[in-house]
C-alpha cells in the first residue's frame, strides 16, 4: 500500500459535497468513468489515506479469495481504488463500518456503477454516500463556479448579452469535439482522437468481462459505435439487433453493459399520469461527446456539412453538462427527455417532485417561435408544476421568450456563469 501523491490539474466542482460526505458517513463512493479523475480527487481530498488499487493482482486475488480477511488488514482509513472488480468487498465493508461507524473511513472509487451491479447482494444503505465523477464539464474547464443549473431553478435567469470571458475561447464546435476527459485535453487533436480510440479498446477489453458475462467483445464494440453514428435517438433495440445480428435479449443486455461503464446514458421517457400519448421509449445518449465524436468520425470541419449530426451531438453534450452540475447544484433532481405521438418533443426535462422545467437545444445561431413548441406542450401537460423552460442556441442574446417563464439562452451561459 502507498500514499496518492498526485495534485489534481483541474479543480472540481463536486469537491465541497465530498467533503461534507466525508464528515459524517462511513463509506464514500466516487464512481464515474475510467480517466474521469476519480483517483486524483481522492488523493487529493485524503492525502494521508492508505492506498490501495485492486486494477493489480496482489491486492485483487486477496480482495477475492478473502474479501472480510482483506478489509480487516486495512488501515483505519484507506482509499479502494476500482472496487467494481471485487464487488463482493461491499459487504465485508459493511459488516466493518457496523463494528465502527466513524465517518470517512473508506473512500471507495469505482469505474463501473455499482448500484447496477447483479452481483451486489448486500446494500450499503446508510452507511455509504454515492457521488458520481463525469468528464470534466465546461465550467470546470474555464474554472467558472458552474451556477447556471442552480440559477435555471431558481427563476433567476435576467436578459442580457452573453460574452466570452476569455480572448482566445473554443468555439462550440472545438469544445463538442474535445469533450471532457482530462487527458486527450493536453493532446493535439490528432492525438486527442487516438487517446479516445484507444480508451474504447482497453475500456471493452478490460472491464466489460469484471463485471457481465461478454461473449463477444467485438459486437459490444460495434453497438457502440453505432450509437455514437446516431446519437440521442431513441433506443431501437429492432433495429439495433438486426444490425449486429443478435436477439433483443443480447442487445439490451449489452446496453446495460455500457451504461455500468459510464460509456452510455439512456435518458427514460416522461410521463405523467394522464400522458396517455406520450411515448415510452428511452433516448440514448454517449456520456462524453469527444468519445461520441471519435467514434463517429466527426471533425470539426464537417460543422457545415454533416449539421444534422452535430445537431444530436449538442443535445447529448447539453444533457452531460447538465447531469454533471446537478450532483453538486441538487443530486436529487431527475432526467428525462419528453416525446408525444405528434413528435412533438423536448430534449430534456428536469423534475424534483412534481416541479418540472424543460430544456431545448438548438445549433442555430438565432431562435423562431416554433422552437419553443415542443415547451409549450410540456407546461400544457404540467399546469400549475412548469416553472420554467429555455431554448438554447448559438446566439449571445440571452432574452424573454413571449411564453411566461421561458427564456433564449446562448449556449456559452452554460459554462460562462
Known sequence: ????????????????????????????????????????????????????????????????????????????????????????????????VDKNRRPGRFVLTGSANLLMLPQLSESLAGRMEVVELYPLTESEKEEHPGKFLH??????????????????????????????????????????????????????????????DVKDVRSLKILLELLALSPAQLVNVSQLSNSLKLDRATVDHYLSILERLFLIRMLPAWHNNDGKRLLKTPKVHLLDSGLAAALGGLRPHDWSVRREKFGHLLESFVVQQFIAQATWTDPDLRFWHYRDHDQVEVDLVITRGKETWGVEVKSAASTTPEDGKGLRRLADRCGEHFRGG???????????????????VPLEKLWNC
Open 151 to 212: 440559477s435555471f431553478l431558481k427563476g433567476k435567469l435576467k436578459p442580457e448579452m452573453v460574452i466570452s470571458k476569455k480572448e482566445k475561447s473554443p468555439t462550440l464546435v472545438e469544445r463538442l469535439i474535445a469533450g471532457g476527459y482530462p487527458e486527450p485535453l493536453i493532446r493535439s487533436p490528432v492525438r486527442a482522437r487516438q487517446w479516445h480510440r484507444q480508451y474504447i479498446k482497453s475500456i471493452l477489453e478490460r472491464d466489460a468481462h469484471s463485471i457481465a
Open 390 to 408: 429555455i431554448v438554447f442556441y448559438a446566439g449571445d442574446l440571452l432574452v424573454r421568450r413571449k411564453e411566461k417563464k421561458m427564456f433564449s
Open 1 to 96: 500500500m502507498i500514499a496518492l501523491k498526485n495534485s489534481p490539474l483541474w479543480k472540481r466542482a463536486i469537491t465541497v459535497s465530498l467533503k461534507t460526505a466525508l464528515k459524517d458517513t462511513p463509506v464514500v463512493s466516487i464512481l464515474g468513468p475510467r480517466q474521469s479523475g476519480k483517483s486524483t480527487l481522492a488523493s487529493a481530498l485524503c492525502p494521508h489515506y492508505a492506498y490501495v488499487n485492486l486494477d493489480e493482482e496482489k491486492f485483487l486475488s486477496i480482495a477475492l479469495s478473502d474479501p472480510s480477511g482483506f478489509i480487516e488488514t486495512l488501515p483505519e482509513r484507506v482509499i479502494i481504488d476500482e472496487v467494481q472488480r471485487a464487488p463482493s468487498l461491499l459487504r465485508a465493508i459493511k459488516a466493518s
